[in-house]
């Protein structure tokens, strides 16, 4: 209970409000430094991990360090800090839009907390508080009495395809940070299998993405630890194509980074998408 009221006396202090279904996450760091340490960051990894199924309406991000220093220095640290946590959730596929605060508070006092023991209280400052704001439950919308109009499946639009058509497949999604795809896709794989076997003709290219990484580059694959996410995912598509009965031959894998992200939910960027390349009149 001590630790809980010391914890909300810091967060009041900053000026820093949390909600009744708000998700937090501490990361700890070394004196004067910024680096986060190996233990911390796959806590870290963890935490983002449980965030996989949630609709989040924000990320806030605060850094902080402990009482030694110079103003200007701690604010510049707890800046770095900060700073570096959000790298982490970035190239993890977390988008940075989501994340809305990033800030550098300096340092915490240390009669802010409970605690007898200096060296402990130090240890406690140097850290960067995370906050994760879950969207509130939507509000269901009167249905327009114009109907919509039916938009073709992915199976149909690969039955009726040709050479040079890109097929995305948006209904097969993928864990963050990972190669493998949620239950509810399996079975929608499964159908896009199915077609393929009987479409004998078709030669294509399947094309894996990412979302939310910085400057470009691939994703980490949680597995693997290796940065090629794309091609992972790719892969994993190709590979269960294969088992299902497509032969090899007329398939091809490759990682597309985050060189096209279609905007929008996130989500919908870590995703696969096939590209007919060649099509055998004879067959």
């Known amino acids: ?12 202090n900053f000026g820093i409000v949390l909600s009744q279904n708000d998700l937090t996450h501490v990361v700890y760091f070394e004196t004067d430094k910024f680096d986060v340490p190996n233990t911390e ?10 965030l996989m199924d949630m609709d989040i309406e924000s990320i806030s991000i605060y850094g902080f360090c402990d009482d030694r220093g110079a103003d200007t220095y701690n604010l510049k640290l707890s800046q770095q800090r900060a700073d570096a946590i959000k790298a982490i959730f970035s190239n993890n596929e977390i988008s940075e839009s989501l994340i809305t605060n990033v800030d550098g508070k300096g340092e915490i006092l240390l009669k802010i907390v409970e605690e007898k023991n200096i060296l402990k209280i ?33 199976v149909d639009l690969i039955k009726e395809s040709a050479k040079g058509d890109k097929i995305i497949f948006k209904d097969i999604l993928f864990k963050t940070g990972y190669a493998t795809v949620t239950p ?11 077609v393929l076997v009987d479409r004998k003709d078709i030669y294509f290219t399947i094309q894996g993405h990412v979302c939310c990484t910085q400057f470009t580059r691939d994703a980490v694959d949680r597995k693997t630890k290796l940065r090629n996410l794309s091609e992972a995912r790719a892969k994993y598509v ?3 194509f294969a088992k299902k009965g497509v032969d090899k031959k007329r398939m091809r894998h490759l990682g ?28």
Do not use: H
């Open 1 to 12: 209970m001590n630790k809980l009221i010391a914890f909300i006396l810091i967060l009041l």
């Open 41 to 50: 960051e796959n806590r870290l990894l963890l935490f983002i991990s449980s």
């Open 122 to 154: 130090r240890g406690l400052n140097r850290k960067v508080e995370i906050i994760v704001k879950p969207k509130p439950p939507e509000v269901k919308k009167v249905k327009d009495s114009i109907p919509a109009i039916k938009e073709k499946s992915v």
């Open 184 to 194: 509810d896709s399996k079975k929608i794989l499964n159908d896009i299998a199915k």
């Open 238 to 240: 190709y590979e269960y």
């Open 256 to 283: 597309m980074r985050r060189k096209f992200p279609l905007g929008g939910d996130p989500k919908f960027d870590r995703r696969v998408e096939i590209v007919i390349t060649y099509v055998d009149e004879n067959k």
